[in-house]
């Protein structure tokens, strides 16, 4: 059974940078849709990156690719997300989801109900 956990959230000045990681046990990542979520205070939880593990082919929503970058590591079994230029905009909690069944089609993300694994969030806070 696939289990993840998260890490690596914090307070960070704007500008600033973090890595999250979303560390999988069970199950091999090798074949699976990988996402990274995020949830702001009365926001809804969109998705900030996914990757098709299989290729790993990465996707972003305009704009954060500039400043999001997701890469893994399979011999860990754990996906990064590395995350720059942090701005007040980025404090959410953030999460890791994976799934072998969706698929990622015109680029686009799959949504977050699309997936059946999820890890705990962790708290990114942008402040000065």
């Known amino acids: 059974q696939l289990q993840l956990v998260v890490s690596g959230g914090g307070l960070v000045q704007p500008g600033g940078s973090l890595r999250l990681s979303c560390a999988a046990s069970g199950v091999s990542l090798d074949y699976h849709i990988i996402g990274w979520f995020r949830q702001a205070p009365g926001k809804e939880r969109e998705a900030v990156a996914c990757?098709?593990?299989?290729?790993?082919?990465?996707h972003y929503p305009y704009p954060l690719k500039d400043r999001f970058t997701f890469f893994r590591d399979s011999a860990k079994n754990t996906a990064y997300l590395e995350m720059n230029n942090l701005q007040p905009e980025d404090t959410a909690v953030y999460s890791c989801?994976?799934?072998?069944?969706?698929?990622?089609?015109?680029?686009?993300?799959?949504?977050?109900?699309?997936?059946?694994?999820w890890g705990q969030g962790t708290q990114v806070t942008v402040s000065s």
């Open positions: 989801a994976a799934d072998r069944r969706v698929v990622i089609f015109s680029g686009r993300c799959p949504r977050a109900y699309e997936y059946d694994t």
């Open positions: 990757m098709d593990a299989r290729d790993d082919s990465t």
